[in-house]
């Protein structure tokens, strides 16, 4: 349930309403907005017909139901966008991000040459995958701690934050002393251990969408972050799976507008996992920011052909280029007639 404290709430009022949802045996989360300030009663078990009596209390304006089963992650407790600051960088402003590196880190040259070149062609943030969730044992799976060293040699070097994929509970106080955000990937968007665990972390999160996950349930696995404590994330629509073929995943365009209307946490989305072509890369990126993506993430390599992991979807520095080129490029004109035409 939610409390709408009216405009003119005093401190004390405010105070009192989450003192009884307290005693009413739920958990206050209070957003403080630039006109009113919304206290959420939320958790299980608590009696709702003490938080519904509170449309009584002075200072409330009024008290209504949150209609979603994500409660902490709704626009409904937090109307305004949430920003989460990742050194510096901020996902969710007013700036679109472009995140970019390559799908591993495969050696020290590989990343410290990625990680320069997207720096120099406008990339705000760096990624590079040090624990790598394979669909095969016998792949590559990642080097590791050697990776995260090299990840944080090309922070220190470009000045660029990492952003590393955790998969494991165990790795999680490792990973967290060498990168800047941490990725859910898509098989562990529903790892609720991981979930648990990442809450008590002091690190933003990316959150990536399941490859079978409904909207509904990628929200709810946010909730997990937000109601444990780690309010900093970031979702991350990839692309999931569908009876098309043709591309490695189907990217959800839609998902990533309904998330950014559902909820207050900024959206993200990966053109190279949601389409599995280079080619489609620089169209995708720009219709998801077209449809209210807060920034992008790309896997770009130095030589596509021999990365270890995600060649073929892989960029290489000089398209990597072209597609930081076309996202500043304007959208395409809309033929005035036609807007005549509907408007008369
Ligand atoms: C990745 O980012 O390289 C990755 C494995 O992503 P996803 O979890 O979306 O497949
Ligand atoms: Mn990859």
Redesign the pocket.
């Known amino acids: 349930m939610i409390v709408n404290m009216s405009d003119s709430a005093t401190e004390e009022q405010i105070e009192h309403v989450i003192q009884r949802i307290r005693e009413a045996g739920f958990q206050p989360h209070i957003t403080r907005g630039t006109e009113r300030t919304i206290v959420a009663a939320v958790g299980s078990g608590g009696r709702r017909h003490e938080i519904e009596a509170l449309s009584v209390a002075p200072g409330v304006d009024n008290v209504v139901a949150i209609a979603q089963p994500f409660k902490l992650v709704s626009r409904q407790t937090r109307p305004q966008p949430s920003v989460v600051d990742v050194a510096g960088v901020k996902i969710g402003g007013e700036e679109v991000v472009v995140i970019a590196g390559p799908?591993?880190v495969e050696s020290r040259e590989q990343l410290l040459e990625t990680a320069q070149a997207v720096k120099r062609a406008g990339a705000s943030m760096l990624?590079g995958?040090a624990y790598?969730?394979r669909t095969s044992p016998y792949e590559f799976q990642g080097l590791g701690v050697e990776a995260l060293k090299i990840l944080r040699e090309a922070r220190e070097l470009t000045g660029l934050p990492v952003v590393t994929?955790v998969m494991s509970t165990e790795d999680v106080d490792l990973i967290c002393e060498y990168a800047d955000i941490l990725?859910?990937?898509?098989?562990?968007m529903q790892n609720f251990a991981l979930l648990r665990r990442l809450a008590t972390a002091n690190k933003p999160i990316l959150l990536?969408?399941g490859?079978s996950a409904l909207v509904k349930e990628w929200l709810l696995a946010a909730e997990y972050l937000l109601s444990g404590g780690n309010s900093q994330v970031v979702l991350?629509e990839?692309?999931i799976k569908t009876f098309e073929t043709a591309t490695r995943n189907t990217i959800d365009l839609a998902a990533i507008a309904l998330a950014k209307e559902l909820s207050h946490l900024p959206v993200i989305a990966?053109p190279?996992?949601g389409t599995g072509k280079q080619s489609l890369i620089g169209a995708i990126s720009r219709a998801a920011i077209a449809v209210g993506a807060d920034g992008i993430?790309v896997?770009v390599h130095p030589c596509p052909e021999r990365a270890l992991?995600?060649g073929p979807q892989s960029l290489d520095i000089p398209q990597f280029e072209r597609v930081m080129r076309g996202l500043s490029a304007p959208l395409r004109p809309v033929l005035a007639p036609t807007l005549h035409l509907a408007r008369a």
Do not use: T, Y
């Open positions: 799908c591993s990624r995958g790598k969730p994929e990725q859910v990937g898509a098989r562990n990536k969408r490859p991350c990839r692309g990966d190279s996992h993430i896997e992991s995600d």
